[in-house]
């Protein structure tokens, strides 16, 4: 079993930054797929981006990529999302998630956080 705690939400101005982390606990996460997904109010929840065990390949949404940065520290059992040039539409609760061990980052995740707000001021 692994736990998931998201940080690093809060309110930020259009164009601004934020740096969203996510603390694993339980069971190593040297050989899981890490995702970041997001819910906005009304819609379904969406990928956002992912990254593979030793973080040499990622993944993105088409309407983050060039401002998101997904990463891992495996030794701190954390994963991090940079977000820049953030945009009001990217107001939504973030969620982390991982795989079950030797899950690909592009499978099923099956561990999810309880999820950290973002909002973005126009």
């Known amino acids: 079993q692994v736990q998931l705690v998201e940080s690093g939400g809060g309110l930020v101005q259009a164009g601004g930054s934020l740096r969203l982390s996510c603390a694993a606990s339980?069971?190593?996460?040297?050989?899981?797929?890490m995702g970041w997904f997001r819910q906005a109010p009304g819609k379904e929840r969406e990928f956002v981006a992912a990254i593979s065990w030793s973080g040499g390949s990622t993944n993105y949404a088409d309407s983050v990529k060039g401002r998101f940065t997904i990463s891992r520290d495996n030794a701190k059992k954390t994963v991090y999302l940079q977000m820049t040039s953030l945009k009001p539409e990217d107001t939504a609760v973030y969620y982390c998630?991982?795989?079950?061990?030797?899950?690909?980052?592009?499978?099923?995740?099956?561990?999810w956080g309880q999820g950290t707000q973002v909002t973005v001021s126009s």
């Open positions: 998630a991982a795989t079950s061990p030797g899950g690909a980052y592009y499978g099923t995740y099956d561990y």
């Open positions: 339980g069971r190593s996460i040297s050989r899981t797929g």
